[in-house]
């Protein structure tokens, strides 16, 4: 009786495989054949196209010379599909009214291309627009929305510039910790960044020389900075930071106005 029942879940098993194999087989034949169906109606589309171009072409010249211009027929036989291409065909053929509506299709195509240009113009300049946004968004993201530094941060700005040199790890972060405005490393580096490129950053002759003079080694783990103090500077130093804080506040109001307009 075993033997008897495990001859029939062979069976079963063979007559399953048997139909799994059948139905991929079907399958695959269905596939094949619709492939050629579309293809063969891709190329009977493709031979219309040909027909009714040759059919354009063959009634522009019965017309007689300087009736179609050759340059515009080649330009609508290559725009128009099938059944524009044979309406047009039928109508420069008829007796009467084949340059108007010659025209009537040339006008249509040129209006559609110009319509079409006029589109991915749109498209270029909203994709330009969408980039400014991203970089207003990008900056606006650095502040904190305290707005432009002050004259008096800037002066405590180019005085820790100078007391952290190049070379300080973190010296950014260190920086914005010692000035204890609430402003982040980014907004401290950028702000930075305008005041180098306009060649204002505080007394040149302090804080130039402090970006080539690597930190100490007690500089790669400074001590927390105190806040309450700002170092002090030589007396021709602090005229040259004062000096420099009035032409980095003009700059900066300039940027400022420059980017409003």
């Not at 950014?172 to 490393?185: C, D, E, F, H, K």
């Amino acid at each position: 009786a075993r033997a008897l029942a495990a001859q029939s879940a062979q069976l079963a098993k063979e007559q399953k495989e048997r139909e799994e194999k059948e139905r991929l087989e079907a399958e695959e034949l269905a596939k094949k054949d619709a492939a050629k169906q579309a293809k063969a109606e891709k190329e009977a589309q493709r031979k219309a196209l040909r027909r009714e171009r040759a059919r354009l072409r063959t009634a522009c010249e019965a017309a007689g010379a300087g009736v179609y211009d050759a340059d515009q027929v080649a330009t609508l036989c290559s725009a128009l599909q099938t059944l524009a291409l044979s309406e047009l065909a039928d109508a420069v053929a008829a007796p009467s009214g084949g340059p108007e509506a010659f025209q009537a299709a040339l006008d249509a195509h040129l209006a559609a291309q110009r319509a079409e240009a006029e589109e991915e113009q749109r498209k270029y300049e909203a994709a330009q627009e969408a980039e400014r946004e991203k970089e207003r968004q990008r900056r606006a993201a650095k502040q904190s929305g305290k707005g432009a530094f002050t004259d008096a941060e800037m002066a405590d700005l180019i005085k820790a510039y100078a007391k952290f040199p190049g070379g300080t790890a973190g010296r950014w972060a260190v920086i914005a910790q010692y000035l204890n405005t609430g402003r982040s490393p980014d907004e401290i580096l950028e702000q930075v960044k305008v005041l180098r490129k306009a060649d204002v950053l505080g007394a040149r002759a302090v804080i130039r020389a402090s970006d080539t003079v690597k930190a100490p080694a007690e500089a790669a783990a400074p001590a927390q900075p105190s806040p309450e103090a700002s170092p002090a500077l030589a007396p021709a130093a602090a005229v040259e930071v004062a000096a420099a804080v009035a032409a980095a506040a003009a700059v900066v109001d300039g940027a400022a106005a420059a980017e409003a307009e």
